[in-house]
């Protein structure tokens, strides 16, 4: 049989460490009216550089994770479970050829808005320029909202301990106190390690997550 050999999408060390986690799953919708209003002022008052609906979703799973100890683990490669008080907040690149790479803001839970936005466009810009890191982030954001995917199941690969996947918004009906409307919303898919969580600390951090992004307003 004629062909080409394709390298593998993930890389074998990769692949290697999934072995180590154990996988759970849980999704949740979250009201996007909130963040897309807080996007529109931020673009009347700051034009091109008003932050981002990525950074600004990034800055609110930070803030949720501040409340969740679990959510600040690392995964160390002897199987350590090692909390970390100031944390980076990884997130999840797409590369040309279909690589895949992952971006870190550094200390994040310390920065201000103003400095975690600006972090946050840094560290993706230099990350699909090549620069690439090996991130100690407890938890990985990603998306393929640009194309247009509502909700998947990402993976956890250590030393992170979850792996956030945010999808594009869409609209579903929802039931508040008996009154049924639609309503516009976007889909959180966690994928976190058992070792570190079990499923009811997973999914009152994702309760936390929803309170941040449906309560979210642009920091002074």
């Known amino acids: 049989m004629n062909g080409n050999v394709r390298p593998p999408a993930l890389h074998p060390a990769i692949t290697k460490r999934l072995d180590a986690v154990v996988p759970a799953n849980m999704l949740?919708?979250?009201?996007?009216?909130?963040?897309?209003?807080?996007?529109?002022?931020?673009?009347?008052?700051?034009?091109?550089?008003?932050?981002?609906?990525s950074a600004m979703m990034a800055w609110c799973v930070t803030r949720a994770q501040e409340l969740h100890p679990a959510f600040r683990c690392i995964v160390g490669k002897d199987g350590t479970i090692l909390e970390q008080p100031v944390f980076d907040q990884g997130v999840a690149?797409?590369?040309?050829?279909?690589r895949l790479a992952t971006a870190a803001i550094g200390g994040a839970n310390q920065l201000s808005f103003a400095d975690f936005s600006a972090a946050y466009n840094r560290a993706v810009e230099e990350t699909r320029a090549g620069k690439l890191l090996d991130v100690q982030?407890?938890?990985?954001?990603?998306?393929?909202?640009?194309?247009?995917?509502?909700?998947?199941?990402?993976?956890?690969?250590?030393p992170a301990m979850a792996t956030l996947f945010i999808g594009t918004a869409h609209e579903?009906?929802?039931?508040?106190?008996?009154?049924?409307?639609?309503?516009?919303?976007?889909?959180?898919?966690?994928?976190?390690?058992?070792?570190?969580?079990?499923?009811?600390?997973?999914a009152v951090f994702l309760q936390d997550v929803k309170k941040q992004f449906e309560g979210f307003t642009l920091p002074a």
């Not at 039931?175 to 009811?200: M, Q």
Request: charged share 20%.
């Open 172 to 202: 579903r009906m929802i039931n508040d106190g008996g009154l049924i409307y639609p309503c516009e919303v976007v889909t959180l898919s966690l994928t976190f390690d058992h070792k570190v969580v079990n499923g009811a600390g997973a």
């Open 137 to 158: 982030a407890p938890l990985n954001i990603t998306s393929l909202g640009a194309f247009g995917v509502e909700s998947a199941t990402p993976i956890v690969v250590p």
């Open 93 to 98: 690149v797409a590369l040309e050829g279909d």
């Open 28 to 53: 949740m919708d979250v009201r996007w009216e909130p963040l897309k209003k807080a996007r529109e002022a931020a673009k009347a008052k700051l034009g091109k550089a008003a932050p981002s609906p």
